[in-house]
């Protein structure tokens, strides 16, 4: 996208559908034993990576946490090479080698897909600092969770980013529960957005249900760094429909919670945005639905008929320059 | 004697030492309501409160640095980290604060907290969730090491390791919280010393020497290898730091062979210290050289494939033995 365009916002809400139909699929297919390890679905928190694209340059930089999958398919990362990672096959977007909790898209601008709770974080002021130093105009969006507010490298990134004055947003996806803990059990604060005032950072909260909300508060936010490089955090107010990751049964909750923010869901509300304001119809939603579905069944087959990585390169991504010491 | 799962073996040995002292506590994330991310601590804190059984966020060294504060001040933490790969957010606690204070204090500060969990490579988890972190911690002054293997070994080691009046870190074998073992029943007090190694198996032509994980790795090829006449004596070293020297020398004596398997990796690991001693000390007991098993010198790969051919296996393990015993 180039500067000052706006998104079309029916092309979002397929990205939204896209991801949805994804993590079904990849949910199902762990079951079915063709993904290994943690996998964590985004089901519910679409709106927040929709939105938070929808905002910002395809060159301004993502790096987010392990539940990842969506922030590779709203970077671009083909459902293809997201899929044939979980299965870890060599045609994934880590080659197999990182799984679901560590995605990576270089050429999309996605640096990840990082497992280890706030690690991230930090790396997020890290490339901050380098568009500063080369006087880029590009922002970097760190997306992490409401558990993560509560690591020292938060808190000492937050401090950096802010002594520096670093073209960075913050965006805590708040869905209210880190596992089975919920926010009320793990912060000492109120809000969450009042950690940043702490370190002198403009902060917001918004409703992440709502992707033009989400996407008008990034888009003011970052218009604003890129006038003049600062740091920003936002607190997004979201919720995942399903456990924490697949051997979660999530019995820490209600299902009249859980029935409450599904009554309240992303897509259903762009939609009925969209088909209110006559952009959108009945025929062209389920033409799109369709087509998402279509798109991760085939992403589901390209990752079956894809080669494992070979034995051979076992050793071929230690070291850069292949050193075997 | 009964059979209980490793899982409920530990989960005894918390419930005995939280009734016997009431400065033991247990902190960790999801310990209390969630009762445990793999259910170690289930209905601890029906059992024993929420003063005694404490949810912390996510903030590890946080809260490993307030054990090593409450045990400068006479509490006897049990710390647990949901898996030793989040152990290294707090590696300053648990390398620099836990284990230098006595002697940083002139003797003033023993530090007795244990630090527990379960480390080692699961089941594609990838790189940043498959550390096995025995050789990291054992080359630390100060601190003891263990990694049990069995039921009766982890319940043992742990009342053990909560008893000890220095930081000691019980390495749990996170993918043997479900396999079962013969335990003495609750109303006997179990202890196994640390620094004690445990022959599982006797044999005459080989020496395996194994712990964790690789224990029943070893078990299962020590049973094949009888079909081909080969004898294994596997030796679970139960402890890596103190390390049992005489179960080695002992065992190493009779065989004359040595086989290795660890899991973790080949530079630095626990067997390069094992082969060290061995030679150093028993130098004419050996026929032929050490070999150790471990995992390749790489970040674990998530594809299962490769995963596979990064761990030690049955097959690397056989050829090996195959290899000390000229076979
Ligand atoms: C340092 C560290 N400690 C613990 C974990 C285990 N863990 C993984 S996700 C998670 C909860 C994080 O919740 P939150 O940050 O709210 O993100 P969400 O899962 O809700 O997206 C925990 C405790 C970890 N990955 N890293
Ligand atoms: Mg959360």
Redesign the interface.
Known sequence: MQPGEQRDEVEMLSLMLLIRRFEERASQQYQAQKI???CHLYIGQEAVVAGAVAAVRDDDYIITAYRDHAHALARGTSADACMAELF??ETGC?R???????FFDRKNHMYGG??????HVPLAVGMAFAIKYRGEDRVTLCFFGD??I????FHEALNLAALYKLPIVFICENNLF????SVK???SLKQIVDRAEGYDIPGEIVDGMNFREVRDEIAEIVDSIRKEPHPAFLEVRTYRYRGHSMSDPAS?RTKKELEKYRLDDPITRLRAQLTREGKLTNEQFDRLDKQAKETVLAAVKFAEQSP??P?EK??D??YADGA?P | MREITYRQALNEALAEELERDPNVFLMGEEVAEYQGAYKVSQGLLQRFGPRRIIDTPISENGFAGLGVGAAMVGLRPIIEFMTFSFSLVAFDQVVNNAPNMFTMSGGQFNIPITFRGPNGPAHQLGATHSHATENFYASVPGLKVCTPATPRDAKGLLKTAVRDDNPVLVLEAELLYSSKGMVEPPDEELLIPLGKADVKREGSDVSIICYAQTVPLALKVAAQLEEEDISAEIVDLRSIKPLDEKAIFDSVTKTHRVVIVEQDHPFCGVGAEVCYRIQKNIFDALDAPIIRVSQEDVPMPYNERLEHAVLPNAEKLIAAVKQVCYA
């Open positions: 290994g390890g943690f870890g096959k880590s197999g080698l990182g799984g679901s909790m560590h990082h497992a280890i709770v706030a690690a558990g993560a509560n690591q020292g490298a880190a596992m089975g803990t059990r793990s912060t820490y494992q990585p034995l076992l050793y991504y230690t075997k």
